[in-house]
């Protein structure tokens, strides 16, 4: 994560060293804040869980190109299931599903891949309607017997096989709660009115720049809690949306401390999640990161199956959602990682492109200089 060579000025290395001993000692605070926080929220066993994610991971997913293709003949297997419908179609003709299960009063939306290059949300969620298929443990059950839960699984087909963040009219679907100009945009929407959520779980990647405030670490989850408005005023629904991040919080912590950001709640006047917060409809946004040597995303996939199970499971579990205090506690993201750190002045990122039908990964220069506020995911001497 952080690289020390023997170029590397003495007081410069005892000055990082502390700071870095400083900070773990105030996130393990930060951790134990969160045990004596949340002892009243049914935390999952995480040996049952990681049980449930590695016999029902669906395997025919891999990778960071996920495209209608791959989900389709999954979803025709899990229509044996599970209540699968054909809801509406792309600006190209790509068919839309929805999956449906359970019969509860507690009502829940997700959606994936609005964004077509942000895939680790659509594996997380077909892992999890294996688990909802076949598994017999008593989480699954109790979400069915609690909760209502609707999932669309690629909203925006046409950009997940192009593999880019916009829709086929290089419209950006985040951006496009207000106007509606895109097909997608009006079919969540009809989903959303005809639905009418208790909650939204909004489910996105972010990019591997982002890391974890006063630690040396990626943030590998980040999640936030929408504004409404400009002023970000802690309204009921806000409040409500926090409860069901620390639920999940408290969970990640067990089992990648540290490497869980809160996105910037900056309010933007037209996305999805500020808008249908707006509406009185809670929304969770997660984002999905960077974990060490994952670049395929599949560790990350499993931490976010283990957020969206329990973030589920804490609905169907509780009726009070006025604990919201410790969201705060959450370390901020920052902007401060480069995938490769070359001869301790040169900042590259990767870029992912389909050429010629097929993924692939270039490096591209971004910053030049002085990178001592940077860490390097991998540093090349």
């Not at 025709?76 to 190209?92: F, H, R, T």
């Not at 959602?321 to 040169?346: A, H, L, M, R, V």
Request: glycine share 4%; net charge neutral; charged share 25%.
């Amino acid at each position: 994560m952080w690289f020390v060579n023997e170029t590397t000025p003495v007081t410069n290395v005892i000055f990082k060293v502390f700071t870095f001993v400083k900070k773990s000692l105030a996130k393990l605070k930060l951790n134990l804040y969160f045990c004596r926080r949340n002892f009243t929220m049914e935390i999952i066993n995480l040996e049952n869980l990681a049980a449930n994610y590695q016999n029902q991971k669906e395997t025919a997913l891999f990778g960071k190109w996920i495209h209608y293709k791959h989900i389709s003949p999954i979803l025709s297997k899990l229509s044996d299931n599970l209540e699968v419908s054909v809801i509406g179609e792309s600006e190209q003709n790509t068919p839309i599903h929805s999956v449906r299960f359970g019969t509860g009063p507690k009502r829940i939306l997700l959606w994936t891949q609005m964004h077509g290059n942000e895939s680790t949300g659509t594996k997380a969620i077909f892992d999890f309607f294996n688990c909802i298929a076949h598994s017999n443990d008593a989480i699954y059950k109790r979400i069915l017997k609690e909760c209502t839960v609707l999932c669309v699984p690629m909203l925006n087909p046409d950009g997940s096989f192009n593999y880019t963040r916009v829709n086929a009219n290089n419209v950006d679907l985040n951006r496009d709660a207000v106007v509606k100009k895109a097909k997608e945009s009006r079919l969540l929407r009809r989903v959303l009115d005809e639905f009418n959520p208790l909650f939204c779980f909004n489910l996105h990647d972010q990019r591997t720049i982002f890391g974890v405030e006063e630690t040396l670490n990626p943030a590998t989850i980040s999640f936030l809690a929408p504004s409404e408005e400009k002023t970000r005023m802690l309204t009921k629904g806000r409040k409500e949306t926090m409860n069901v991040i620390i639920a999940m919080n408290s969970l990640l912590q067990k089992v990648i401390p540290n490497h869980i950001g809160r996105y910037t709640d900056e309010f933007y006047p037209t996305a999805t999640g500020d808008n249908f917060q707006k509406l009185g409809y809670n929304t969770i946004l997660i984002e999905a990161g960077h974990y060490p040597d994952d670049y395929d995303r599949e560790e990350t996939r499993k931490f976010n199956f283990y957020a969206i199970v329990q973030g589920i499971y804490h609905i169907a579990t509780t009726n009070d959602f006025t604990n919201y205090e410790s969201y705060f506690e959450i370390p901020n993201n920052q902007k401060n990682f480069f995938d490769i750190i070359e001869n301790g002045n040169k900042g590259y990122l990767y870029v992912d492109k389909i050429i010629d039908g097929k993924f692939t990964t270039e490096k591209k220069l971004e910053k030049e200089g002085d990178l001592s506020d940077f860490i390097g995911h991998s540093v090349n001497l």
